[in-house]
Protein backbone atom coordinates (compact mmCIF):
# COMPACT_ATOMS: atom_id res chain seq x y z
CA UNK A 1 0.00 0.00 0.00
CA UNK A 2 1.13 3.69 -0.99
CA UNK A 3 2.51 5.51 2.28
CA UNK A 4 -0.02 7.93 3.01
CA UNK A 5 0.95 11.77 1.83
CA UNK A 6 1.16 13.82 4.85
CA UNK A 7 1.21 17.87 4.38
CA UNK A 8 2.70 19.61 7.24
CA UNK A 9 1.70 23.00 7.65
CA UNK A 10 3.89 25.08 9.27
CA UNK A 11 5.38 28.52 9.54
CA UNK A 12 2.52 31.08 8.73
CA UNK A 13 2.39 34.88 9.41
CA UNK A 14 1.76 34.89 13.19
CA UNK A 15 3.96 36.03 15.70
CA UNK A 16 4.90 32.54 16.46
CA UNK A 17 6.27 31.54 12.97
CA UNK A 18 9.46 30.52 14.38
CA UNK A 19 8.07 28.31 16.81
CA UNK A 20 6.23 27.04 14.16
CA UNK A 21 9.23 26.25 11.97
CA UNK A 22 10.96 24.62 14.69
CA UNK A 23 7.57 22.10 15.09
CA UNK A 24 6.84 21.70 11.48
CA UNK A 25 10.51 20.73 11.18
CA UNK A 26 10.76 18.58 13.67
CA UNK A 27 7.45 17.13 12.92
CA UNK A 28 8.41 16.44 9.28
CA UNK A 29 11.62 14.11 9.62
CA UNK A 30 9.80 12.03 12.66
CA UNK A 31 6.83 11.50 10.10
CA UNK A 32 9.82 10.20 7.34
CA UNK A 33 11.03 7.69 9.63
CA UNK A 34 7.83 7.00 10.52
CA UNK A 35 6.92 5.88 6.91
CA UNK A 36 5.35 8.82 5.77
CA UNK A 37 5.32 10.97 2.51
CA UNK A 38 5.81 14.17 4.04
CA UNK A 39 5.61 17.68 1.83
CA UNK A 40 6.75 20.54 4.18
CA UNK A 41 3.92 23.66 3.21
CA UNK A 42 5.42 27.18 4.50
CA UNK A 43 2.06 28.39 4.60
CA UNK A 44 1.64 32.21 3.29
CA UNK A 45 -1.67 33.56 1.63
CA UNK A 46 -1.43 31.39 -0.99
CA UNK A 47 -1.82 27.91 1.04
CA UNK A 48 -5.61 27.39 -0.51
CA UNK A 49 -4.00 26.68 -4.16
CA UNK A 50 -0.92 24.93 -3.06
CA UNK A 51 -2.89 22.35 -0.84
CA UNK A 52 -5.48 22.24 -3.48
CA UNK A 53 -2.53 21.48 -6.03
CA UNK A 54 -0.71 19.60 -3.68
CA UNK A 55 -3.74 16.99 -2.92
CA UNK A 56 -2.23 15.20 0.48
CA UNK A 57 -4.25 12.54 2.12
CA UNK A 58 -3.70 14.62 5.40
CA UNK A 59 -2.64 18.22 6.67
CA UNK A 60 -0.49 17.96 9.79
CA UNK A 61 -1.01 21.35 11.42
CA UNK A 62 2.12 22.56 13.07
CA UNK A 63 1.05 26.09 13.02
CA UNK A 64 0.64 28.41 16.10
CA UNK A 65 -0.71 31.31 16.92
CA UNK A 66 -3.82 33.49 14.59
CA UNK A 67 -4.23 32.31 11.14
CA UNK A 68 -3.34 28.20 11.90
CA UNK A 69 -4.82 28.03 15.34
CA UNK A 70 -8.34 30.18 15.74
CA UNK A 71 -9.83 27.99 12.80
CA UNK A 72 -8.95 29.87 10.18
CA UNK A 73 -6.81 27.57 9.07
CA UNK A 74 -9.61 24.97 9.71
CA UNK A 75 -11.98 26.02 7.73
CA UNK A 76 -9.88 26.38 5.07
CA UNK A 77 -8.83 22.63 5.10
CA UNK A 78 -13.04 21.81 5.43
CA UNK A 79 -13.62 23.81 2.50
CA UNK A 80 -10.93 21.71 0.26
CA UNK A 81 -12.11 18.74 2.20
CA UNK A 82 -8.67 17.98 3.81
CA UNK A 83 -8.62 15.59 6.59
CA UNK A 84 -6.53 17.24 9.11
CA UNK A 85 -5.21 17.06 12.68
CA UNK A 86 -5.82 18.58 15.48
CA UNK A 87 -9.25 20.31 16.78
CA UNK A 88 -12.11 21.68 14.69
CA UNK A 89 -13.11 25.10 13.41
CA UNK A 90 -15.57 25.77 16.41
CA UNK A 91 -12.90 24.65 18.88
CA UNK A 92 -9.90 26.22 17.64
CA UNK A 93 -11.52 29.73 17.64
CA UNK A 94 -12.94 28.89 21.12
CA UNK A 95 -9.85 28.56 22.93
CA UNK A 96 -8.35 30.90 20.85
CA UNK A 97 -10.24 33.64 22.52
CA UNK A 98 -9.00 33.52 25.97
CA UNK A 99 -12.32 35.25 26.97
CA UNK A 100 -14.85 33.20 25.75
CA UNK A 101 -13.21 29.72 26.40
CA UNK A 102 -13.16 30.48 29.96
CA UNK A 103 -16.39 31.00 30.20
CA UNK A 104 -16.91 27.72 29.02
CA UNK A 105 -14.52 26.60 31.29
CA UNK A 106 -16.46 27.83 33.82
CA UNK A 107 -19.46 26.88 33.15
CA UNK A 108 -18.32 23.42 32.96
CA UNK A 109 -17.58 23.68 36.90
CA UNK A 110 -13.44 24.36 35.92
CA UNK A 111 -12.25 26.50 38.64
CA UNK A 112 -10.53 30.18 36.50
CA UNK A 113 -9.25 33.51 37.62
CA UNK A 114 -11.54 36.37 38.10
CA UNK A 115 -10.77 38.14 35.27
CA UNK A 116 -12.07 41.09 33.29
CA UNK A 117 -11.90 42.42 29.65
CA UNK A 118 -11.03 45.87 28.33
CA UNK A 119 -9.60 48.28 26.11
CA UNK A 120 -5.53 48.61 26.30
CA UNK A 121 -6.26 52.16 26.59
CA UNK A 122 -8.99 52.47 29.24
CA UNK A 123 -6.34 50.73 31.78
CA UNK A 124 -4.28 54.04 31.88
CA UNK A 125 -3.06 55.30 34.89
CA UNK A 126 -5.20 53.60 37.48
CA UNK A 127 -5.17 49.70 38.15
CA UNK A 128 -7.89 47.93 36.62
CA UNK A 129 -8.07 45.53 39.58
CA UNK A 130 -5.83 44.97 42.80
CA UNK A 131 -2.35 43.95 42.32
CA UNK A 132 -1.22 41.27 42.03
CA UNK A 133 -2.50 40.55 38.54
CA UNK A 134 -1.66 39.90 34.97
CA UNK A 135 -2.35 41.49 31.50
CA UNK A 136 -2.25 39.37 28.37
CA UNK A 137 -3.55 39.77 24.83
CA UNK A 138 -6.94 37.71 24.31
CA UNK A 139 -5.88 36.03 21.01
CA UNK A 140 -1.94 35.53 21.69
CA UNK A 141 -0.08 32.57 22.85
CA UNK A 142 3.52 31.03 24.03
CA UNK A 143 2.78 34.13 26.34
CA UNK A 144 3.47 36.91 23.66
CA UNK A 145 2.39 40.42 25.18
CA UNK A 146 2.02 38.84 29.10
CA UNK A 147 2.81 41.42 31.49
CA UNK A 148 2.66 40.56 35.33
CA UNK A 149 2.07 43.54 37.92
CA UNK A 150 3.28 43.07 41.16
CA UNK A 151 1.60 43.91 44.20
CA UNK A 152 3.92 46.82 45.17
CA UNK A 153 3.67 48.69 41.64
CA UNK A 154 2.13 51.64 42.03
CA UNK A 155 0.28 51.76 38.46
CA UNK A 156 0.21 49.76 35.63
CA UNK A 157 3.31 49.17 33.27
CA UNK A 158 3.14 52.24 30.37
CA UNK A 159 4.01 49.85 27.68
CA UNK A 160 0.23 48.29 27.85
CA UNK A 161 -1.03 51.54 26.25
CA UNK A 162 2.16 52.80 24.14
CA UNK A 163 3.18 52.64 20.53
CA UNK A 164 4.91 49.46 21.01
CA UNK A 165 2.26 47.08 22.09
CA UNK A 166 1.80 44.91 18.99
CA UNK A 167 -0.62 42.31 20.70
CA UNK A 168 -3.97 43.74 19.58
CA UNK A 169 -6.46 46.58 21.54
CA UNK A 170 -8.33 44.37 23.54
CA UNK A 171 -6.82 42.76 26.95
CA UNK A 172 -7.41 40.38 29.61
CA UNK A 173 -6.76 41.74 33.24
CA UNK A 174 -6.93 38.40 35.18
CA UNK A 175 -6.00 37.97 39.06
CA UNK A 176 -2.38 36.57 39.42
CA UNK A 177 -2.53 33.40 41.21
CA UNK A 178 0.30 32.38 43.31
CA UNK A 179 2.12 28.97 42.88
CA UNK A 180 3.53 26.50 40.46
CA UNK A 181 2.72 26.20 36.98
CA UNK A 182 1.47 22.63 36.06
CA UNK A 183 0.62 21.21 32.40
CA UNK A 184 -1.62 18.28 31.60
CA UNK A 185 -1.87 16.84 27.87
CA UNK A 186 -4.99 14.98 26.78
CA UNK A 187 -4.69 12.65 23.88
CA UNK A 188 -7.36 11.85 22.28
CA UNK A 189 -10.14 10.44 25.83
CA UNK A 190 -7.53 10.09 27.57
CA UNK A 191 -5.30 12.77 30.27
CA UNK A 192 -1.88 12.08 30.20
CA UNK A 193 0.90 12.94 33.19
CA UNK A 194 0.88 15.69 34.51
CA UNK A 195 4.10 18.25 34.45
CA UNK A 196 5.42 20.43 36.62
CA UNK A 197 7.09 23.43 34.69
CA UNK A 198 9.74 25.43 36.35
CA UNK A 199 11.45 28.44 34.60
CA UNK A 200 15.55 28.66 35.09
CA UNK A 201 15.69 32.35 35.88
CA UNK A 202 12.54 34.11 34.84
CA UNK A 203 10.15 35.16 36.69
CA UNK A 204 7.37 33.02 34.62
CA UNK A 205 7.02 30.71 32.12
CA UNK A 206 7.53 33.11 29.65
CA UNK A 207 8.73 32.76 25.27
CA UNK A 208 12.43 32.54 26.48
CA UNK A 209 11.64 29.97 29.34
CA UNK A 210 9.68 27.94 26.61
CA UNK A 211 11.67 27.70 23.62
CA UNK A 212 15.34 28.74 24.44
CA UNK A 213 17.49 25.25 25.71
CA UNK A 214 18.03 25.94 29.25
CA UNK A 215 15.53 27.87 30.04
CA UNK A 216 12.94 25.70 31.91
CA UNK A 217 12.92 22.84 33.68
CA UNK A 218 10.41 20.16 33.40
CA UNK A 219 9.56 17.86 36.27
CA UNK A 220 7.56 15.07 34.33
CA UNK A 221 5.78 14.12 36.55
CA UNK A 222 5.27 16.76 38.14
CA UNK A 223 5.90 16.00 42.42
CA UNK A 224 2.22 17.02 43.73
CA UNK A 225 0.59 14.70 45.97
CA UNK A 226 -1.88 11.81 44.32
CA UNK A 227 -5.29 13.63 44.35
CA UNK A 228 -3.61 16.89 43.63
CA UNK A 229 -2.58 15.11 40.53
CA UNK A 230 -5.62 13.32 39.85
CA UNK A 231 -8.04 16.84 39.75
CA UNK A 232 -5.69 17.89 37.72
CA UNK A 233 -6.17 14.93 35.07
CA UNK A 234 -9.75 15.29 35.32
CA UNK A 235 -9.92 19.10 34.97
CA UNK A 236 -7.45 18.97 31.46
CA UNK A 237 -10.08 16.23 29.85
CA UNK A 238 -13.22 18.08 30.99
CA UNK A 239 -11.97 20.96 29.46
CA UNK A 240 -10.73 19.07 26.30
CA UNK A 241 -13.97 18.13 25.92
CA UNK A 242 -16.04 21.04 27.12
CA UNK A 243 -14.19 23.43 24.50
CA UNK A 244 -14.67 20.44 21.83
CA UNK A 245 -11.21 19.77 21.30
CA UNK A 246 -10.18 16.80 19.03
CA UNK A 247 -6.73 15.33 18.92
CA UNK A 248 -4.28 15.92 21.27
CA UNK A 249 -4.38 19.87 23.34
CA UNK A 250 -2.72 20.80 26.92
CA UNK A 251 -4.18 22.70 29.53
CA UNK A 252 -2.16 25.15 31.69
CA UNK A 253 -3.05 25.41 35.92
CA UNK A 254 -1.62 27.39 38.67
CA UNK A 255 -1.03 25.61 41.55
CA UNK A 256 -0.99 27.52 45.33
CA UNK A 257 0.51 24.95 47.47
CA UNK A 258 1.70 28.01 50.07
CA UNK A 259 -0.74 27.30 53.24
CA UNK A 260 -1.65 23.28 52.11
CA UNK A 261 -1.16 20.64 50.01
CA UNK A 262 -4.82 21.19 49.12
CA UNK A 263 -4.25 24.22 47.89
CA UNK A 264 -6.48 26.34 44.82
CA UNK A 265 -5.78 24.67 41.81
CA UNK A 266 -6.58 27.39 38.84
CA UNK A 267 -7.25 26.53 35.34
CA UNK A 268 -5.34 28.97 33.07
CA UNK A 269 -6.20 28.06 29.12
CA UNK A 270 -6.22 24.79 26.72
CA UNK A 271 -3.20 24.96 23.98
CA UNK A 272 -4.82 23.13 20.81
CA UNK A 273 -1.95 23.80 19.03
CA UNK A 274 0.57 22.63 21.31
CA UNK A 275 4.42 23.17 20.61
CA UNK A 276 6.31 20.13 19.15
CA UNK A 277 9.54 21.42 19.41
CA UNK A 278 12.68 20.04 21.20
CA UNK A 279 11.81 21.70 24.23
CA UNK A 280 8.04 21.28 24.05
CA UNK A 281 5.53 19.48 26.53
CA UNK A 282 3.48 17.48 24.80
CA UNK A 283 6.35 15.21 23.72
CA UNK A 284 8.09 14.44 26.95
CA UNK A 285 4.81 13.82 28.57
CA UNK A 286 3.81 11.55 25.64
CA UNK A 287 7.12 9.74 26.37
CA UNK A 288 6.84 9.45 29.71
CA UNK A 289 3.21 7.45 28.83
CA UNK A 290 4.98 5.19 26.71
CA UNK A 291 4.33 7.32 23.60
CA UNK A 292 7.79 7.61 21.67
CA UNK A 293 7.63 11.15 19.45
CA UNK A 294 6.85 8.28 16.31
CA UNK A 295 3.96 6.92 17.66
CA UNK A 296 2.87 10.25 19.21
CA UNK A 297 2.78 12.00 15.37
CA UNK A 298 1.40 8.86 13.74
CA UNK A 299 -1.39 8.67 15.96
CA UNK A 300 -1.90 12.20 15.26
CA UNK A 301 -2.10 11.55 11.89
CA UNK A 302 -4.33 8.66 11.85
CA UNK A 303 -6.66 10.33 14.09
CA UNK A 304 -6.96 13.20 11.03
CA UNK A 305 -10.58 13.87 9.69
CA UNK A 306 -12.87 16.76 8.65
CA UNK A 307 -15.81 17.81 10.36
CA UNK A 308 -13.67 17.84 13.96
Known amino acids: ?7 VLMGGFSSERPISLSSGKACAEALEQAGYRVTRVDVDRNVSSVLAGLKPDVAFNALHGPFGEDGTIQGILEYLEIPYTHSGVLASALAMNKEKAKKVAAAAGIPVAQSRVMS ?7 HP ?5 VVKPVNEGSSFGVVIVQEDQSHPPQVIGSSEWKYGEVVMVERYVHGRELTCAVMGDVALGVTEIIPTGHSFYDYDSKYVPGGSKHECPAKVSPNIYQKIQTLALKAHQAIGCRGVSRSDFRYDDRHSENGEVVWLEVNTQPGMTPTSLVPEIAAQAGHSFGELLSWIVEDASCLR
Open 129 to 133: MRPPY
Open 120 to 126: RFDIGGK
Open 1 to 7: MAAKHVA
